[in-house]
């Protein structure tokens, strides 16, 4: 069945750190991607998305490129900020399906 | 307000109970999902109602697990006999339309729920 699978965490890095956060999907048809981010006390929220081979999502300096080749689509940003800290989740919505289907979620520290 | 809201926030009940949480979508939203978040799990579909069509269910993990929504807008989960691998976070979302590969699904903060 259709999956997600995030790199591991938690994650900690320094403030202005390069961050990567790995996602691989696996999928039939062409699903959608997405990036999701929790900050302590809040809901889930949508940070950014792709819903085709090689669209580039971003928002609030994150990018992730939907590489169908590789069947990734790897969160980065080029220097991260104590405010980015949070849970983050990649996910797919399955071609055709109402739903998503969501990674494990990845905690990110990042120290001053 | 103007977001997804959820009640109780937490809850805590003996194992044999059933528990009701509640869901109230942003005004609009004409699709609304229920999910839960187990500790070290990601997130696990559960059921999906998008305005008058019958509900996808096919997340609901037993019988015990029940969900309707009234009106078209608020809307009742309900785990009847409830056990300790109940416990998890159960999340609410909505959205303006269905189709999420379109559509931004809008989260509530969540219903923590604890069997003893």
């Known amino acids: 069945g259709d999956s997600v699978t995030q790199m591991e965490g938690p994650v900690t890095l320094s403030e202005e750190a390069f961050l990567t956060i790995n996602c691989t999907y696996t999928?039939?048809?062409?699903?959608?991607l997405f990036w999701y981010v929790q900050y302590p006390g809040e809901g889930l929220q949508l940070l950014l998305k792709a819903t085709k081979a090689d669209d580039k999502g971003s928002n609030k300096g994150f990018e992730a490129t939907y590489r169908k080749e590789t069947t990734s689509f790897h969160l980065e940003k080029g220097s991260v900020q104590v405010s980015d800290s949070a849970v983050y989740f990649c996910?797919?919505?399955?071609?055709?399906?109402?739903?998503?289907?969501f990674g494990q979620g990845t905690r990110l520290t990042i120290n001053p | 307000g103007a977001g997804v809201s959820q009640s109780p926030s937490n809850k805590v009940t003996e194992k044999g109970k059933d528990v009701e949480l509640r869901c109230d979508p942003i005004?609009?939203?004409?699709?609304l999902y229920w999910y839960r978040q187990s500790l070290g799990q990601g997130l696990e579909f559960l059921i999906y109602?998008?305005?008058?069509?019958?509900?996808?269910k096919s997340g609901l993990p037993s019988d015990r697990f029940s969900a309707e929504r009234t009106g078209g807008s608020v809307s009742t989960l309900t785990i009847q006999r409830t056990q300790q691998e109940d416990s998890a976070v159960y999340l609410c979302a909505s959205s303006l339309r269905a189709g999420v590969g379109t559509g931004e699904l809008f989260f509530g903060e969540g219903s923590r729920l604890t069997v003893l």
């Open positions: 005004s609009g939203h004409t699709a």
């Open positions: 999928a039939t048809g062409y699903p959608s």
């Open positions: 109602f998008q305005g008058n069509s019958a509900p996808d």
């Open positions: 996910a797919l919505s399955p071609w055709g399906a109402q739903k998503l289907v």
